[in-house]
């Protein structure tokens, strides 16, 4: 069977990845009134009377929400809700299995922005921290922007900024790798949905230098038309030399790529015209250009988002501790500065013994990552402030 196979049958033997479970056992009477009724009553009284002791009486202390409203999920793009649903509780799996924080899947039958934001807003006593899954662009950065304004706790879209850290994380590395300077390397990113604008807007922040965002048109350049609300905001702030052309001319000179795009759109050819390229293809399950053709262009170091090549660029090595972080420290948002500190956090695993071509990033195995994470974050969120405990 191939994993696919193997995947369907585990499914179907499992029928659900994850489960409640009381954290109590109840088997006896004085249980029963201590867990329910009537010694429930107690602290749903404290609660009412302030509301920062749900934090302290209830599970929502370490309880993420994972949403989506299904309609770009994975590679399968706009499968619905309840398609979505084994790809939420694998999700709520790894927030367990790596950070030790619990998860609930939650997909939400609406495209509707106002719709979704009021759902979500809605059940956001329930939990401590909300996660956004697989909701599509441009949709998912209004979706996001309306629930910071209005949620007391940190409200966090996976697919934008989990990625940005781990891309972040992974380059910091591959520039220690190939001595390329920060503020002097141009980037190139292909793919200007959520994820790539993401990365984009990062990897500005921490000044690696010059980057280009291209789409399925080409170079995307400040004054042009057409562009989506997200591609708009990152042109005034990218392609810092107004470059038109193809992804094919962007690449000349390049120091890096990223691709979060489409399967078999880089040549060896391509990445030969680079200046000793840094090549991330991350689409999945083929990425942009396999590892051996980047080998045949030059490329020095190479990651993909595959489990079989070396330097995976993996999510789960980013959300299990910027959660645990923020929950630990009951941080009311996630910052950029927060984002920054756990991409930081996450290169410095790789010690200068351990660093090379073909290891960049740690094992996304490797559960000793969310800690170091966690604290990162935790610590940036006491520094500015954000922090309730």
Do not use: W
């Amino acid at each position: 069977m191939d994993v696919n196979e193997q995947a369907l049958n585990l499914h179907y033997e499992l029928q659900g990845k994850i489960e409640v479970v009381s954290r109590k056992p109840i088997e006896t009477r004085e249980d029963l009134s201590l867990m329910y009724t009537p010694g429930v009553a107690e602290p749903c009284r404290v609660i009412a009377k302030d509301y920062e002791q749900s934090f302290r009486l209830t599970r929502r202390s370490n309880l993420v929400a994972v949403i989506t409203d299904g309609s770009a999920v994975l590679g399968l793009g706009d499968i619905g809700p309840a398609a979505g649903m084994p790809v939420m509780e694998g999700k709520c799996a790894l927030f367990k299995e790596f950070g030790g924080v619990d998860a609930f899947p939650i997909c939400v039958d609406t495209k509707d922005v106002d719709k979704l934001v009021e759902t979500i807003y809605l059940i956001s006593k329930s939990f401590g921290g909300i996660n956004l899954e697989d909701i599509a662009a441009p949709r998912c950065f209004e979706v996001e922007r309306r629930l910071k304004e209005i949620c007391d706790i940190p409200v966090f879209h996976d697919d934008q900024h989990g990625t940005a850290i781990v891309v972040a994380a992974a380059m910091l590395n591959a520039a220690r790798v190939t001595g390329k300077d920060m503020g002097q390397m141009k980037i190139v990113i292909n793919g200007a949905g959520a994820a790539g604008i993401a990365i984009g807007k990062l990897l500005i922040s921490m000044g690696f230098g010059n980057i280009v965002m291209c789409d399925i048109h080409g170079i995307i350049c400040e004054g042009d038309e057409g562009l989506n609300p997200g591609q708009e905001e990152i042109s005034h702030i990218s392609n810092l030399n107004h470059e038109h052309g193809t992804l094919a001319d962007a690449l000349k000179g390049a120091d890096a790529f990223v691709g979060v795009s489409r399967p078999n759109l880089v040549t060896a050819e391509m990445v030969s015209t680079m200046n000793q390229g840094i090549v991330f293809a991350m689409a999945n399950p083929t990425p942009e250009i396999m590892p051996d053709e980047a080998k045949k262009g030059g490329a020095a170091v190479i990651g993909t988002g595959r489990s079989d090549f070396p330097n995976q660029i993996n999510n789960v090595l980013v959300f299990p501790g910027v959660f645990k972080g923020a929950l630990a420290v009951r941080a009311k948002e996630i910052t950029e500065d927060m984002k920054i500190r756990a991409a930081k956090a996450l290169a410095a695993l790789v010690t200068d013994d351990q660093l090379s071509a073909e290891y960049i990033l740690p094992s996304a195995l490797d559960k000793s990552v969310a800690d170091a994470v966690a604290d990162a974050v935790a610590q940036a969120a006491r520094e500015q402030g954000i922090a309730r405990i």
